[in-house]
């Protein structure tokens, strides 16, 4: 096994792949079966330890009154497979130290990883378990927010409740939201609605194929901004910094997908709003408000001549209009004009 761990790692290395990544590679390259064994023997003790945090989170008042503050219902909960992780809770359960350890559950002094944290399961797209996201619900001020599992490189690859992929995809509407990080996916599903969370924000390009079978993607963003006295980004959504250029790429990459954007308004993000306002009906309110990106993409970009080359890309992959960016070009420069500050001379 430790032949098998070397050797998935050193193929990691030299192609930057994930876990799963690398061992369907390696299978497809070489027929090596230890890569299976060491991804299974993962999941294998990442479930042990799972099933340890299902029973604190059933018999821990606080961590109870967590998930329903945050108006999720306790069956919702166990139905995702969230979890629970109290101070030396690992230590209690017959689970292999050594192989806690080796997968970053519990710190060389014995003690939990994720000690005082709800535990947010991320499965593959087979539904194998491959990391854990926790939630920091103590009383400590210095403690990070949020962890994930140190024995998981490349953790933001995957999606928070990516396993759910397949079956959204059956649907007639074939359609998916798509949401920043587990609290507000989790939120969107106990709605009813097609949702998965990401892990990171830098990382949404990796996911292009797993989006392929749907033919309309929403992405809602939260409503936090830079300072007005910001040096580049004053007033800006700090969110659509990172993934603007991303949506447009995207878009590129999947030009029958109807990309649609939705803003947060008034509440931080999709939970706090969810929590504030019990009775909405959530999917009515996001489908009724969200906008194409085609359209927020000109309104956001399109008063800066440097962003019309993307601006293009995108109008040209979906089969839009080019005369929709007329209203942003100077009406004083000729053609060759406008390319030149385009392209160059």
Known sequence: MNTGMGLINAWRWHTKLDYAGAMQQLEARAGIRQ???????????????????????????????????????????????IGYAPPGGLRQFDIDHEALAREGLIKEDGEDYYRERIIFPIRDTRGHLVHMVGRYIGSSERAPRYKDTRAAINSKRYLYLEHCLKEYSKHPARELYIVEGPPDATSLIGRGLPVVGLLGLEYLLCHTSKFKPFRRITFIFDSDKY????????????SWVR??????????????????????????????????????????TINANRILFVD??????????????????????THSPLGLLAP????????????SLLFGS
């Not at 007005?228 to 980004?233: A, F, K, L, R, S």
């Open 35 to 81: 890569a299976r064994e060491v991804m299974d023997a993962r999941s294998i003790v990442l479930e042990s330890a799972l099933e340890a945090y299902h029973y604190y989170l059933d018999t821990t008042p606080a961590a109870q009154d967590y998930i329903l503050r945050r108006g999720w219902s306790l069956d919702l909960a166990r139905s995702i497979g």
């Open 243 to 284: 993934i603007i250029p991303q949506l447009v790429q995207l878009q590129v990459n999947l030009p029958l997908a109807e990309l649609m954007t939705y803003m947060v308004a008034d509440y931080k993000d999709i939970n706090e709003w969810l929590v504030a306002e019990p009775r909405v009906n959530a999917a009515d």
């Open 227 to 238: 300072s007005d006295d910001h040096p580049t980004h004053a007033g800006v959504y700090k």
């Open 328 to 339: 942003y070009v100077d009406n004083q420069l000729g053609p060759l004009e406008y390319a």
């Open 296 to 317: 927020d993409l000109l309104a956001q970009w399109g008063p800066d001549i440097s962003h019309h080359v993307d601006i293009l890309r995108v109008l040209t992959a």
